[in-house]
């Protein structure tokens, strides 16, 4: 394919996303290691791309690298409870400074004008105020924290106002209280909760070391993320990121994505293609579970082929699945069904067969097996079904191991011998309910 066919292809690829995401609003933090490195000026020109393709979009920048010197060059100790910095008195004007230094800097960044780029003569309007009020964290397992404070209320009305009328919204991580006194508020934690008071559809964290940059591009839903703060090797950092993004997912933000800034172009690659660059935490999969309908058969059939040439699942034809699309429930990302499964109950028996359960090459891995089987037992149960069966030639040990045992004597119910195929050599695990 020429490189004109690729970019075609690659257009019409991203259309459906750009027509999605316009008006959406996005929350997108960026650390000051990143607006220091030679990656930003690639990062002004996405973002500047993502305000002229409608969304609104709300940036917030760390400070933590530039607090860290300016505290270090004044012979101050950088002290920490937490994970979060301990502002005392002689610190708050060093960092209120280096914050600020970050935001200029910021600003000027992107006030440049894109010159020599695909965006030259564009401009942005950036507009930042006291959008942010703060309060005291207090004292914190007896350690009092002094001027690093967390967020009491976020102006959501005044920011939306600003996003309507197509402004860019740049907040510090700098809380100010009823009684004029300034905060140190965590960037992160500030992310989140204006993310989360915004409604927003995304909240975005750019830095480095959250997602491998050669790495093949994940999902997490927020029980894995759950499970991660359970382990105690899971670094603090991301601890800190993991739990705001499981608030916001609950907090019905749509979808937290953490990118790896080290490639160019990775906000891009994980806003306007499928399978996207970074991490996306995300509880689409449980709300994009739902029943197949006849408009989902060539989906289910483009996703089972691969398995029926393999022989690991039996071969369905059209006819056959269309039949039986009222058994069958799907997982459906972006337009594309990614993971099926069908359970189909016995006319004369209290059995259901559980067929057909395929999941996408690029999910596997992720849970979506789990979670489908688990629909198909819920939806078993209420039909007053008390077993499940399934025939397999590869998969009688993920089966085994979900509570399924392998039975010799079972007798296939009488719909079921009439197609069965001895042939395959089939293993029937059972499993009661």
């Known amino acids: ?40 000026i690639g990062l002004v020109h996405d973002i500047a791309l993502l305000n002229h393709l409608g969304i609104k979009l709300v940036i917030l920048h760390g400070s933590r690298s530039s607090i860290d010197s300016h505290l270090a060059d004044n012979k101050l100790d950088s002290r920490f409870h937490r994970n979060i910095r301990i502002t005392d008195t002689a610190a708050l004007p060093l960092v209120i400074h280096a914050i600020n230094e970050v935001k200029t800097y910021f600003e000027s960044q992107l006030s440049t004008g894109l010159p020599n780029t695909p965006m030259s003569g564009s401009e942005l309007s950036l507009v930042s105020g006291n959008f942010v009020t703060g309060m005291p964290l207090g004292v914190i397992d007896g350690v009092d924290m002094q ?16 996003l309507a009328l197509n402004h860019v919204v740049l907040l510090s991580n700098l809380g100010y209280s009823r009684t004029g006194e300034v905060f140190n508020l965590p960037a992160e934690e500030l992310a989140g909760e204006v993310a989360r008071a915004l409604k927003a559809d995304k909240l975005i964290f750019v830095q480095p070391g959250i997602a491998d940059g050669d790495a093949q591009a994940s999902t997490l839903s927020t029980r894995q993320c759950e499970s991660m703060l359970e382990d105690s090797a899971t670094p603090g950092e991301l601890t800190s990121l993991l739990q705001q993004a499981i608030q916001a997912i609950q907090a019905q933000v749509k979808r937290v994505h953490f990118i790896d800034p080290r490639v160019d172009g990775g906000l891009l690659l994980e806003l306007f ?41 039996v071969a369905r034809s059209r006819e056959q699945v269309e039949l039986e699309i009222s058994h069958f429930q799907v997982i459906e990302k972006d337009g594309m069904i990614i993971a099926c499964i069908a359970c189909i109950q016995d006319s004369k028996d ?33 039909s007053g079904i008390s077993r499940l069966y399934t025939l397999t030639t590869r998969t009688s040990h993920w089966f085994i191991e979900h509570g399924f045992t392998e039975s010799g004597d079972f007798d296939l119910p009488e719909v079921k011998r009439a197609t069965f195929n001895p042939e395959r050599g089939s293993k029937i695990l059972l499993k009661s309910i």
């Open 1 to 40: 394919m020429s490189n004109t066919q690729d970019y075609v292809q690659w257009f019409r690829g991203a259309a459906p996303y750009i027509k999605a995401h316009r008006r959406k609003t996005f929350v997108i933090m960026i650390t000051d290691e990143v607006i220091y490195s030679d990656r930003f």
């Open 147 to 162: 001027h690093s404070g967390k967020v009491r209320a976020i102006k959501h009305e005044a920011i939306n106002d600003l």
């Open 273 to 313: 293609t499928r399978d996207g660059y970074g991490i996306m935490v995300t509880n689409l999969f449980y709300e994009g579970s739902r029943a197949a309908s006849i408009d989902d058969v060539g989906g289910i059939l483009s996703l089972i082929e691969p398995l029926q040439d393999s022989g690991i699942l």
């Open 350 to 382: 209290d059995t259901a067969e559980i067929a057909c359960l395929a999941v996408h090459e690029s999910y596997q891995g992720s849970g979506l097996g789990n979670q489908l089987l688990q629909f198909a037992e819920d939806r078993a149960i209420k």
